[in-house]
């Protein structure tokens, strides 16, 4: 079964940090795009941030300069390392992913199951 499992979410005050951790397993012959999304209650899921295979990245103007989305390709693993987390940015953050299957090379994009991020005033 090819999935994404993520971790890393909880509980922190403002202006701290956390990392949230997505990894991918299954039989996966590749990787494309990897990205974090969030969704705050009654809102729209939003992109965070995305990350090509290629290691470009792309950010919401409202995480510039406070988010860093990396990726390890031998883990199959993407990361979000999110610092001077204000309670705007509490919700249930998704990671996301655009894989080719072995051996039948069929694209899927697949979501993780999400994980809370909660910060408090």
């Known amino acids: 079964q090819v999935q994404l499992v993520e971790s890393g979410g909880g509980l922190v005050q403002a202006g701290g940090s956390l990392r949230l951790s997505c990894a991918a397993s299954?039989?996966?012959?590749?990787?494309?795009?990897m990205g974090w999304y969030h969704q705050a209650p009654g809102k729209q899921r939003e992109l965070v941030a995305l990350?090509?295979?290629?290691?470009?990245?792309n950010y919401a103007d409202s995480v510039k300069g406070r988010f860093t989305i990396s990726r390890d390709n031998a883990k199959k693993t993407v990361y979000l390392q999110m610092s001077s987390l204000t309670p705007e940015d509490t919700a249930v953050y998704y990671c996301?992913?655009?894989?080719?299957?072995?051996?039948?090379?069929?694209?899927?994009?697949?979501w993780g199951q999400g994980t809370q991020v909660t910060v408090s005033s």
């Open positions: 996301n992913a655009a894989v080719r299957t072995w051996p039948s090379n069929r694209y899927l994009e697949l």
């Open positions: 299954g039989k996966i012959n590749s990787i494309n795009d």
């Open positions: 990350i090509t295979s290629g290691g470009s990245t």
